[in-house]
């Protein structure tokens, strides 16, 4: 590995506190506000200059420029999955070589790690860091932002937690949710069960068929999760949803599918369906990461790297050509559940890491050859 940053672990775990005990739900935007304001205030306490905070109808979106023509973008973003009061019941530890807390994993302590990393960098040109408010309900009031900045740099660091292993993320799935509605016609179901059109039935054949487009042999999954019909037990129902989780590893899957939920019919005479949703997250190919895993590998020698599931902003990004590697966070576990835990002995290597990179990654930009 290259010459170690000059890192405080201690320094680390005491920003992680402060964005951990001020919780951060998507969609509340007094607490992302509060939210973004930390983030900001971390940030400049550690690299100066001024974090900008970017109004969006998601809450705050933070960014953050060390001047220069920019060669690379830190992402990543601060809303977490957890309701407020989460904190009361969960508060931030360290014990036994762990950090915990809601959000530590996904992903405060990437952020924490990044900041770090760049603060051990005497010229910060180059470089800039958006914090988006809103990466865990689609991104839908970032993607643009973090698309223009993603293109403007020309490479990308994902600060996401790690795969298992501390492997860095070369590939995601695309990923996307479609609702599909069933309306029927209520009726009693003891007195006049045929004059009804049983939304429920019809959801069932819907269910059937959504689940037979998916083929996991390629990558590609079709789970229906949520459902939900019917009022009382003596009415036949005249209404259904059926909620579709839906992860693809290629465009030409993602048009399949898309394709294939437009093209839904019902099974039953006079039910009607609608369809809503997509896609929303186009596929991550490793081949986006394949210059800067081999970068990471030349500073971090023996790290891999892997392809996975869940999505990320980086999707967009790598969507856009835009070299992109992902997993650069902390390395640790359980993202979006209680025992949510960062390992503090890999907080200092990880930030390192971001400074050999952000260091190659500069010299090949001012050169012309990245």
Same mark, same amino acid.
């Given at each position: 590995?290259?010459?170690?940053?000059?890192?405080?672990?201690?320094?680390?775990?005491?920003?992680?506190?402060?964005?951990? @005990?001020?919780?951060?739900?998507?969609?509340?935007?007094?607490?992302?506000?509060?939210?973004?304001?930390?983030?900001?205030?971390?940030?400049?306490?550690?690299?100066?200059?001024?974090?900008?905070?970017?109004?969006?109808?998601?809450?705050?979106?933070?960014?953050?420029?060390?001047?220069?023509?920019?060669?690379?973008?830190?992402?990543?973003?601060? !809303?977490?999955?957890?309701?407020?009061?989460?904190?009361?019941?969960?508060?931030?530890?360290?014990?036994?070589?762990?950090?915990?807390?809601?959000?530590?994993?996904?992903?405060?302590?990437?952020?924490?790690?990044?900041?770090?990393?760049?603060?051990?960098?005497?010229?910060?040109?180059?470089?800039?860091?958006?914090?988006?408010?809103?990466?865990?309900?689609?991104?839908?009031?970032?993607?643009?932002?973090?698309?223009?900045?993603?293109?403007?740099?020309?490479?990308?660091?994902?600060?996401?937690?790690?795969?298992?292993?501390?492997?860095?993320?070369?590939?995601?799935?695309?990923?996307?949710?479609?609702?599909?509605?069933?309306?029927?016609?209520?009726?009693?179901?003891?007195?006049?069960?045929?004059?009804?059109?049983?939304?429920?039935?019809?959801?069932?054949?819907?269910?059937?068929?959504?689940?037979?487009?998916?083929?996991?042999?390629?990558?590609?999954?079709?789970?229906?999760?949520?459902?939900?019909?019917?009022?009382?037990?003596?009415?036949?129902?005249?209404?259904?949803?059926?909620?579709?989780?839906?992860?693809? @590893?290629?465009?030409? @899957?993602?048009?399949?599918?898309?394709?294939?939920?437009?093209?839904?019919?019902?099974?039953?005479?006079?039910? @009607?369906?609608?369809?809503?949703?997509?896609?929303?997250?186009?596929?991550?190919?490793?081949?986006?990461?394949?210059?800067?895993?081999?970068?990471?590998?030349?500073?971090?020698?023996?790290?891999?790297?892997?392809?996975?599931?869940?999505?990320?902003?980086?999707?967009?990004?790598?969507?856009?050509?835009?070299?992109?590697?992902?997993?650069?966070?902390?390395?640790?576990?359980?993202?979006?559940? !209680?025992?949510?835990?960062?390992?503090?002995?890999?907080?200092?290597?990880?930030?390192?890491?971001?400074?050999?990179?952000?260091?190659?990654?500069?010299?090949?930009?001012?050169?012309?050859?990245?």
């Amino acid at each position: 590995m290259h010459k170690s940053a000059d890192v405080n672990t201690d320094a680390m775990i005491e920003d992680l506190r402060t964005l951990v @005990e001020i919780e951060s739900p998507s969609r509340d935007r007094d607490a992302l506000t509060a939210s973004a304001k930390a983030v900001a205030a971390v940030i400049e306490n550690r690299l100066g200059g001024q974090a900008v905070l970017v109004e969006s109808e998601a809450g705050p979106h933070v960014h953050w420029s060390g001047g220069g023509d920019p060669h690379v973008l830190i992402l990543g973003h601060h !809303d977490t999955v957890f309701p407020l009061g989460t904190l009361a019941r969960r508060p931030f530890k360290v014990e036994g070589g762990q950090a915990t807390g809601p959000g530590v994993f996904d992903m405060l302590g990437g952020l924490v790690q990044a900041i770090h990393g760049l603060a051990a960098l005497d010229d910060r040109s180059g470089v800039e860091i958006l914090v988006t408010a809103d990466e865990e309900v689609g991104s839908r009031s970032s993607r643009a932002l973090i698309e223009e900045r993603a293109l403007a740099c020309g490479a990308v660091l994902v600060f996401e937690g790690a795969a298992d292993g501390g492997a860095l993320k070369t590939g995601r799935k695309g990923c996307g949710t479609f609702q599909v509605s069933v309306t029927g016609r209520a009726s009693h179901a003891g007195l006049e069960p045929a004059a009804g059109v049983n939304a429920l039935v019809e959801a069932a054949h819907q269910v059937l068929a959504i689940a037979a487009l998916g083929r996991p042999e390629i990558g590609t999954t079709v789970t229906p999760t949520v459902a939900s019909a019917g009022t009382l037990d003596n009415v036949v129902p005249a209404e259904a949803t059926v909620i579709v989780d839906v992860r693809v @590893e290629s465009a030409d @899957e993602k048009e399949r599918i898309e394709s294939a939920f437009a093209a839904l019919a019902p099974h039953l005479d006079e039910a @009607e369906i609608t369809v809503q949703g997509a896609v929303g997250r186009p596929p991550m190919p490793e081949s986006a990461s394949t210059e800067l895993i081999a970068l990471a590998r030349q500073l971090l020698p023996g790290i891999e790297g892997k392809a996975v599931g869940g999505g990320s902003d980086g999707n967009f990004t790598a969507a856009l050509g835009v070299p992109t590697l992902d997993g650069l966070g902390a390395v640790g576990g359980g993202a979006h559940a !209680d025992h949510e835990y960062v390992v503090i002995d890999a907080m200092a290597e990880r930030a390192n890491l971001v400074t050999g990179l952000v260091n190659a990654l500069r010299a090949a930009g001012s050169t012309g050859t990245a």
